[in-house]
């Protein structure tokens, strides 16, 4: 039996989710085989190691040693948990953890980055600006109107909102107010969903594709996290040959960023078939209104085993850089590196 720290909470707006997404975790592993401890970072950066509050990181690192906790099953969504922060310090603290190492994690994280990468593969993408160097005037100029207003660097559509004039643009600059914005051309079409998840062998495969009806045309937070506010069909009905292309974007893009274990990649799917790639998800959420565990249950793949999958990807030690020890300040193992890959301004579909 393994000793799992699941953690959730987190300093990021997403906090609550979560929490959602890691307590649903702990009730759901197999008690057989997983003894769960429960890690909640708290919005100031404090760690509460199964119940014990402890004064930040280093601390908190000290205490799963303790603990004898052999694997972080992240839970955490949104800023320092999907953008390779919590991940870097893992692995400095020669701790094993789920889902995508450093490098990958930070390069989907950014949306410009994973755009720019994916569109490298021929995979279609919105045309956009960012803002700046573009003005809100070159966005009027060169993409028109409707368009989205995304924070490049925030989850859970908290931080994108829709514009469909110059006024609503100019709101929507000064709400998000974050130093670098991305304004990406409105595609009319299906807005679809493809998670990754490893086989039994940790070979990565697509689960079904996920169709979202979203109240308002928006897949905003409410229609996220709201039970009953969306429409989510599973398999989304639509011919094999879409589903597959849909499918082979997804898993390129997985394979292209270097992801490990699962991943969620989001697509409008156009009139002709051609999906349309939006940005990528490394810690998908894992409540029970999620898409991941409901595209798993539809391929017959329980919850349950979902984080089983997980748990045996990080068990492996897929990707490990150096570690510290955290007590004794003696360092150890050796660096696999990481990469990063440069983005452009400008992008067009």
Same mark, same amino acid.
């Given at each position: 039996?393994?000793?799992?720290?699941?953690?959730?909470?987190?300093?990021?707006?997403?906090?609550?989710?979560?929490?959602?997404?890691?307590?649903?975790?702990?009730?759901?592993?197999?008690?057989?085989?997983?003894?769960?401890?429960?890690?909640?970072?708290?919005?100031?950066?404090?760690?509460?190691?199964?119940?014990?509050?402890?004064?930040?990181?280093?601390?908190?690192?000290?205490?799963?040693?303790?603990?004898?906790?052999?694997?972080?099953?992240?839970?955490?969504?949104?800023?320092?948990?999907?953008?390779?922060?919590?991940?870097?310090?893992?692995?400095?603290?020669?701790?094993?953890?789920?889902?995508?190492?450093?490098?990958?994690?930070?390069?989907?994280?950014?949306?410009?980055?994973?755009?720019?990468?994916?569109?490298?593969?021929?995979?279609?993408?919105?045309?956009?600006?960012?803002?700046?160097?573009?003005?809100?005037?070159?966005?009027? &100029?060169?993409?028109?109107?409707?368009?989205?207003?995304?924070?490049?660097?925030?989850?859970?559509?908290?931080?994108?909102?829709?514009?469909?004039?110059?006024?609503?643009?100019? &709101?929507?600059?000064?709400?998000?107010?974050?130093?670098?914005?991305?304004?990406?051309?409105?595609?009319?079409?299906?807005?679809?969903?493809?998670?990754?998840?490893?086989?039994?062998?940790?070979?990565?495969?697509?689960?079904?594709?996920?169709?979202?009806?979203?109240?308002?045309?928006?897949?905003?937070?409410?229609?996220?996290?709201?039970?009953?506010?969306?429409?989510?069909?599973? =398999?989304?009905?639509?011919?094999?040959?879409?589903?597959?292309?849909?499918?082979?974007?997804?898993?390129?893009?997985?394979?292209?960023?270097?992801?490990?274990?699962?991943?969620?990649?989001?697509?409008?799917?156009?009139?002709?078939?051609?999906?349309?790639?939006?940005?990528?998800?490394?810690?998908?959420?894992?409540? =029970?209104?999620?898409?991941?565990?409901?595209?798993?249950?539809?391929?017959?793949?329980?919850?349950?085993?979902?984080?089983?999958?997980?748990?045996?990807?990080?068990?492996?030690?897929?990707?490990?850089?150096?570690?510290?020890?955290?007590?004794?300040?003696?360092?150890?193992?050796?660096?696999?590196?990481?990469?990063?890959?440069?983005?452009?301004?400008?992008?067009?579909?």
């Amino acid at each position: 039996m393994r000793t799992v720290a699941v953690v959730m909470g987190g300093m990021s707006s997403e906090h609550e989710v979560s929490l959602s997404s890691g307590r649903e975790a702990i009730r759901a592993l197999d008690r057989r085989r997983y003894r769960p401890v429960e890690i909640v970072i708290g919005r100031d950066g404090s760690w509460l190691v199964d119940g014990i509050r402890r004064d930040g990181a280093l601390e908190g690192a000290e205490a799963l040693r303790g603990l004898g906790c052999e694997i972080a099953l992240l839970m955490l969504h949104g800023q320092r948990g999907e953008d390779g922060a919590i991940q870097g310090f893992l692995e400095t603290a020669g701790i094993r953890y789920t889902g995508s190492g450093v490098g990958g994690s930070a390069l989907a994280w950014d949306k410009i980055a994973a755009k720019r990468l994916a569109a490298t593969l021929g995979i279609a993408v919105p045309g956009d600006l960012v803002l700046p160097p573009a003005t809100a005037d070159d966005v009027e &100029r060169e993409l028109g109107f409707p368009v989205f207003v995304k924070d490049p660097c925030g989850g859970s559509s908290l931080e994108v909102r829709p514009a469909r004039d110059a006024g609503e643009l100019r &709101r929507a600059v000064s709400d998000l107010g974050a130093r670098r914005l991305l304004v990406e051309k409105a595609v009319e079409g299906r807005e679809i969903t493809v998670p990754i998840l490893d086989d039994e062998d940790g070979v990565p495969r697509p689960l079904p594709v996920v169709e979202i009806r979203a109240k308002g045309g928006f897949f905003d937070y409410e229609n996220k996290y709201t039970k009953g506010v969306a429409e989510e069909i599973v =398999p989304a009905p639509l011919p094999p040959p879409i589903a597959r292309r849909a499918a082979e974007a997804a898993l390129a893009v997985h394979r292209l960023l270097g992801l490990r274990a699962m991943s969620r990649s989001d697509f409008i799917l156009r009139d002709d078939g051609t999906p349309v790639f939006l940005e990528v998800n490394t810690i998908p959420g894992m409540t =029970p209104n999620s898409l991941l565990p409901k595209a798993a249950a539809a391929a017959g793949i329980a919850f349950p085993e979902v984080l089983a999958r997980l748990l045996e990807s990080a068990g492996k030690g897929a990707t490990m850089g150096r570690t510290w020890n955290v007590s004794s300040g003696r360092s150890g193992g050796r660096s696999t590196g990481s990469s990063t890959a440069p983005t452009a301004e400008r992008s067009s579909s």
